[in-house]
C-alpha cells in the first residue's frame, strides 16, 4: 500500500476555487505503482497536485512522472515547430540538454543549470502580447493575465493529459495587483510571478442550460500553425483569446500546412475518472466553430466573441486559483480540465527559475458523446 495521503486545499466561503491538493509523502524519484495510482486519482480528481519540497527532484524523474500518465506519449507537448522564430512561444523555452523533454523557463541570468550555460530567461510580459497595456510607471505594482491557455501543439499533436513544474529558484516577497482592464474593474492580489489556474468543470458548470447544450454539441477548429499564425496578433486585456484587427498571418504565409493535422475538436472533455465536463477551449488559436447541425462558423471575430461569452464568467476573480510559488514546490496540473495563465512583472534583476513538462498524448481527448449528458 502507498504512504502518501492527498490533503484538498481549502479557500473562503466567498471563493468559487474547488480544485487543487496537497500530496504528503511522496519520494517523487522513487514512486511505486501503488503511489502513482493515488497521484494519478488525485490529478483527475482535484486538477491541481502540490508536492513540497521536492528540490531534489531530477529533471529524469520528472520527465518519467509526467510520461507515466500516458507511456506511449513521448514527444515534447508543443511539438519540433516549423520555423520556430515566427511562433509567439520561441522567446519561452530553453531545453535541458540531457533531458531535452525538460523546458527551463523564467527571468534573469543564469550562469549554469543542468548543462545550461549562460542562459538569459525571460518571462513573458503582456506588453508583448496584448493589444493595450499597464503604463511603465505602474509595471511593478500591477500586472496582467499573460495568455489563458492549454498546453498544446493544436496541430499534429494531442493535447497533453498533465503539465509538471517544478520551482527551482523564487523571486522573495512582493506582490502585485493583476488588473483585467476589461471595464468590469475586476482585479485580483496575486505573488509575484504566480500561475494562475482556473477550473474548466466550473466554467462549463456555470453555464446556463442553453449555453451548456451549445458547448456539448460544438467543435472548434484551430489554425494551422497556430502559434505563427497569431504571432502578429494582439490579445484582449484579459489575456483570454484575441483581438480581431485582420492581423492574423495569411494561411500562405504560414509554413507548408498539412490538412490532415489541423485539429477539430470537442469545446468540452470528459474527465476520465469523474466523468465530469470540463470547456477546454485554448482561446488565441481558435479559428472556426462546428456547429451540431453542420453550420461552419467562421467569421472570425464572431468565433472569438462566443468563445470569449463562454469562457469570460470561468475567469471571474473569485474562480482564479494564484499557486504562491516556494522553492520546491513541485506541482501537476490536469491540462485537459483546466486552463493556466502566466502572471507578473519582473525586474531585470529578480531571478525565477522553474522546469516545465509535458508529453503530447497518444490519443486526442474524448468528449461528451462518449457519456450520456
Known amino acids: ?101 525538460v523546458q527551463v523557463i523564467g527571468n534573469g541570468f543564469v550562469p549554469e543549470y543542468e548543462g545550461l550555460k549562460n542562459a538569459q530567461l525571460k518571462h513573458p510580459h503582456h506588453k508583448t502580447f496584448h493589444v493595450t497595456t499597464i503604463p511603465d510607471e505602474e509595471d511593478l505594482d500591477f500586472t496582467r493575465f499573460y495568455r489563458w491557455h492549454i498546453d498544446a501543439a493544436l496541430y499534429g499533436l494531442a493535447p497533453p493529459i498533465v503539465t509538471t513544474l517544478l520551482a527551482v529558484k523564487v523571486p522573495d516577497g512582493r506582490r502585485q495587483i493583476c488588473r483585467y482592464d476589461d471595464g468590469t474593474g475586476d482585479e485580483l492580489d496575486v505573488p509575484l510571478g504566480t500561475t494562475a489556474f482556473v477550473s474548466g468543470y466550473s466554467m462549463y458548470d456555470i453555464l446556463s442550460e442553453a449555453d451548456k447544450e451549445f458547448a456539448r454539441t460544438t467543435k472548434v477548429e484551430y489554425a494551422p500553425h497556430p502559434y505563427i499564425w497569431i504571432s502578429k496578433a494582439k490579445s484582449r486585456p484579459t489575456g483570454l483569446g484575441m483581438v480581431s484587427q485582420g492581423f492574423e498571418v495569411p494561411l500562405n504565409d504560414l509554413p507548408p500546412i498539412e490538412e490532415d493535422k489541423i485539429q477539430v475538436l470537442p469545446l468540452c472533455w470528459r474527465n476520465p475518472v469523474t466523468g465530469k465536463l470540463a470547456l477546454q477551449v485554448h482561446p488565441s488559436p481558435a479559428r472556426k466553430l462546428h456547429l451540431a447541425d453542420g453550420t461552419i462558423i467562421d467569421d ?66 474524448e468528449g461528451p458523446e462518449s457519456i450520456a449528458v
Open 1 to 101: 500500500m502507498s504512504q502518501i495521503t492527498v490533503e484538498p486545499l481549502t479557500f473562503p466561503e466567498t471563493s468559487g476555487v474547488n480544485f487543487g491538493a496537497i500530496i504528503h509523502n511522496a519520494d517523487v524519484e522513487h514512486l511505486t505503482d501503488a503511489d502513482f495510482d493515488v497521484i494519478r486519482d488525485a490529478l483527475f480528481n482535484h486538477q491541481v497536485i502540490v508536492f513540497k519540497n521536492q528540490s531534489g527532484t531530477s529533471p529524469k524523474a520528472q520527465f518519467e512522472l509526467t510520461r507515466r500518465f500516458d507511456p506511449a506519449g513521448t514527444s515534447y507537448g508543443h511539438g519540433k515547430t516549423i520555423d520556430a522564430k515566427r511562433s509567439i512561444l520561441h522567446p519561452d523555452l530553453k531545453t535541458i540538454p540531457h533531458q531535452p523533454q
Open 300 to 365: 472570425l471575430e464572431k468565433v472569438r466573441e462566443i468563445i470569449y461569452r463562454l469562457q469570460r464568467p470561468g475567469i471571474a476573480p473569485k474562480m482564479v486559483y494564484a499557486h504562491d510559488w516556494e522553492e520546491g514546490d513541485f506541482v501537476l496540473f490536469h491540462n485537459r480540465g483546466l486552463l493556466h495563465s502566466v502572471v507578473g512583472a519582473f525586474a531585470e534583476d529578480e531571478v525565477r527559475l522553474f522546469r516545465q513538462c509535458n508529453i503530447a498524448a497518444s490519443h486526442f481527448p
